[in-house]
């Protein structure tokens, strides 16, 4: 059993950033991905970024390309969204999730476990 607990979110003006915490239970943090993924109400989730076991390889969304940077800390269990530049279209509840494999991967499918989320609100 895993349990993701996301932090970090808020309100935030347009051009401004936050930086998103995603803490895991369990001593097993470095032995899979990590992801991170938004839904905007009346949108389907998406994935915005990917993060292998180790953190050498990393994917984006291309909304977010060159704006957010994933990363992880396996000696503190928490992998992190750093979110620079944010755009009113960033807003979404944002959720961190763990992944079945240990290199990256962009389905939803192979992700087994979820945070809670945590709402990420910019303003124009």
């Known amino acids: 059993q895993v349990q993701l607990v996301e932090s970090g979110g808020g309100l935030v003006q347009a051009g401004g950033s936050l930086r998103l915490s995603c803490a895991a239970s369990?001593?097993?943090?470095?032995?899979?991905?990590m992801g991170w993924f938004r839904q905007a109400p009346g949108k389907e989730r998406e994935l915005v970024a990917t993060?292998?076991?180790?953190?050498?390889?990393?994917l984006y969304a291309d909304s977010v390309k060159g704006r957010f940077t994933i990363s992880r800390d396996n000696a503190k269990n928490t992998a992190y969204l750093q979110m620079n530049s944010l755009k009113p279209e960033d807003t979404a509840v944002y959720h961190c999730?763990?992944?079945?494999?240990?290199?990256?991967?962009?389905?939803?499918?192979?992700?087994?476990?979820w945070g809670q989320g945590t709402q990420v609100t910019v303003s124009s």
């Open positions: 999730a763990k992944s079945t494999r240990v290199v990256i991967t962009t389905r939803a499918l192979d992700y087994d476990y």
């Open positions: 993060i292998s076991r180790g953190g050498g390889s990393t």
């Open positions: 369990g001593r097993t943090f470095s032995t899979y991905a």
